[in-house]
């Protein structure tokens, strides 16, 4: 843990390391998934008018909301689960190391380059659906929808930390396994507590109230069936769920570089 | 090194096997072809009750479970709902009536559009479609669908709107009124549900009444199929307001003992004097043929020399 430090800008050299992961990001050709994305909403949008009877705007929000947040954990897994174990495994994290650069800087680079990444990845998919809902007839929509998109992005975020935080400690399968069950418990973790407290049982109830506030909360994220209603996130909403996220993305990486700094790579 | 004299041999080895590889691809899809079409043909043949198999999930289950795709799966739901109803009127081929759906045994569109609207409570295509067709099915699931929607959506005065509705056709005015009188101290409601409320007390069953109502219905229904509905239903009124002239000057033409013409032909002179509500004039087709507002002729039964609508090939519902 007794690392030297080293002298110069800690942003700078984090920045750098975020600018190189998202540079290798798209040489991995991950953005190939907006082709498909792009396929499906407007699959959508020509042929949902008929099937729904005419509510194509809706479901094209819940369709491509959907797609956006499913697409956005499967990057946020196999990408994130691999931005750490994948330098160990090549060797390459002893060219890094070599150089005056943190491991603390070298997760958070890491992990900012991924998020960088999803970034443009989802304002992308975003444009596309808010140009479908403009096919569709419903410019209000395409205009209400990004507040969800924005708490998308924030869910993401939060994956990807849990990710790399896996990924700094375990195999890369098991790292996805632990990170996608995260990503199914953290949706469910509110319904569960109100099932805990329907229950009756305190132990039961114990556990899935720790449940709630150590796993991420996602459903502070969720507001893709509003979005497709024409509601718009409201301000606390949005202020908190990004203050939420923000603080649970510090703790994850905090973690992870506590972990990462005590690694051997001997 | 290669040997120059065996290369004309290679690519003609090439090619043949491009050939062969075409061949077995080209083979291959006809054969895939012909056998889908022979299994197609020869499925077996389900029970009607298959496709009334009941819902797997319930929507008040599944809600908090659904990683908060609920209101795709509401959507799921509608499309089936919408699929559902489609298919039950395909089988039926064209031998429907509007008003009484029960024949058809649409047992599962309650379930569906219950469950479309407990995912996503804010579904008004959902309330305005089970509003729309329920009652001609089930007039308890009609209400309970539409009641759900105004405790789910208490500023949604078209539900109140939706509900008067189904109270209208009911024949239940009083219930339709207090109904429509709920819905017009909403903020925001139009004028027209006070006026219907009071409508509803004064002349109920009247066509002027039916008229506004489903007026009001196509031009702001969610869902096309209320529009559609609500269209059929206009035609029908204005069909019966051009039955009713067409009947009295048939009964004025044979009231002096002389036979009922053998078509409206001799009729037409004496409508030209007469006026339809709205100022609407009567139509004729391109044979100079009365036609009803789709665009089918009357029929004339001489027997009773009574016009109908061609129940056969007119869209108009039947009463």
Redesign the interface.
Same mark, same amino acid.
């Not at chain 2, 969610?222 to 199929?225: F, K, W």
């Given at each position: 843990m007794n690392e030297p430090t080293p002298k110069g800008n800690v942003f700078g050299r984090v920045a750098a390391i975020a600018a190189n992961t998202f540079r290798e990001a798209i040489r991995d050709r991950i953005l190939y998934n907006l082709v498909l994305f792009v396929l499906l909403i407007t699959a959508c949008a020509v042929l949902l008018g008929d099937?729904?009877?005419?509510?194509e705007a809706?479901?094209i =929000?819940?369709?491509g909301l959907?797609a956006m947040?499913l697409f956005g954990v499967f990057i946020s897994i196999f990408v994130g689960v691999g931005l750490v174990s994948k330098e160990i495994e090549k060797r390459t994290v002893y060219a890094i190391f070599s150089k005056p650069v943190r491991r603390a800087e070298f997760v958070v680079g890491k992990y900012l380059g991924l998020c960088l990444t999803l970034l443009v990845n989802t304002f992308v998919m975003g444009v596309g659906v808010s140009a479908a809902l403009l096919y569709a007839g419903d410019a209000t929509l395409s205009f209400s929808i990004w507040g969800a998109i924005f708490l998308i992005f924030l869910e993401l975020a939060i994956v990807t930390a849990v990710a790399v935080m896996f990924s700094t400690f375990s195999s890369t399968s098991l790292s996805a396994l632990f990170t996608f069950l995260v990503f =199914?418990i953290g949706?469910?973790s509110?319904?569960l507590r109100?099932l805990g407290a329907t229950l009756g049982s305190a132990a039961t109830k114990l556990l899935l109230d720790a449940i709630y506030y150590l796993l991420p909360n996602?459903?502070l994220f969720?507001f893709?069936?509003?979005a497709?209603?024409g509601?718009v996130p409201n301000a606390p909403m949005l202020a908190g769920g990004f203050g939420y996220a923000a603080a649970y993305i510090v703790v994850v990486i905090t973690i992870a570089v506590a972990i990462f700094s005590r690694r051997n790579f001997k | 090194m290669i040997n120059k004299a065996t290369q004309p041999q290679n690519y003609s080895l090439t090619a043949l096997r491009l050939c062969g590889f075409a061949l077995i691809v080209i083979l291959g899809f006809g054969v895939v072809f012909v056998l889908s079409n022979y299994v197609d043909a020869r499925r077996v043949s389900l029970p009607e009750s298959y496709d009334d198999s009941n819902l797997s999930f319930q929507g008040k289950r599944l809600k908090?479970?659904a990683?908060?795709?609920?209101?795709?799966l509401?959507?799921w739901y509608?499309?089936r709902a919408?699929?559902y109803m489609g298919e039950k009127i395909i089988k039926a081929d064209g031998n429907i009536n509007i008003e009484d759906l029960s024949s058809l045994n649409p047992r599962l569109l309650y379930p569906m559009l219950d469950n479309a609207t407990d995912?996503?409570p804010?579904?008004m295509?959902a309330y305005s479609?089970g509003a729309i067709v329920l009652p001609a099915i089930d007039r308890d699931q009609a209400v309970a669908l539409t009641e759900k929607g105004i405790a789910n959506n208490p500023d949604a005065w078209r539900l109140f709107q939706y509900l008067g509705y189904i109270y209208w056709r009911a024949d239940d005015f009083a219930n339709a009124a207090n109904v429509y009188d709920r819905g017009s101290k909403i903020n925001g409601a139009p004028p027209f549900l006070k006026q219907m409320s009071a409508a509803m007390r004064t002349q109920g069953g009247s066509r002027d009444t039916a008229r506004q109502i489903y007026t009001q219905m196509r031009n702001e229904s969610?869902?096309?199929?209320s529009r559609q509905n609500a269209e059929l239903r206009l035609m029908q009124l204005d069909s019966l307001d051009e039955l009713d002239a067409v009947n009295s000057s048939l009964k004025a033409l044979t009231a002096n003992g002389s036979p009922c013409p053998k078509s409206l032909a001799p009729v037409m002179p004496l409508l030209r004097d007469i006026k339809l509500p709205g100022g609407r004039n009567f139509r004729v087709n391109e044979q100079r043929q009365l036609v009803d507002p789709s665009g089918v002729p009357y029929f004339l039964d001489e027997k009773t020399c009574t016009a109908y609508v061609d129940g056969i090939n007119s869209k108009i519902p039947k009463l």
């Open positions: 099937l729904t009877d005419g509510q809706r479901t =929000v819940n369709i959907g947040l =199914v949706n469910l509110s319904s109100d996602f459903s969720t893709r069936t509003e497709a209603n509601l | 908090g479970f990683l908060g795709g609920e209101g795709l509401a959507d509608w499309m919408l699929q995912l996503d804010k579904f295509a479609y969610e869902d096309q199929q």
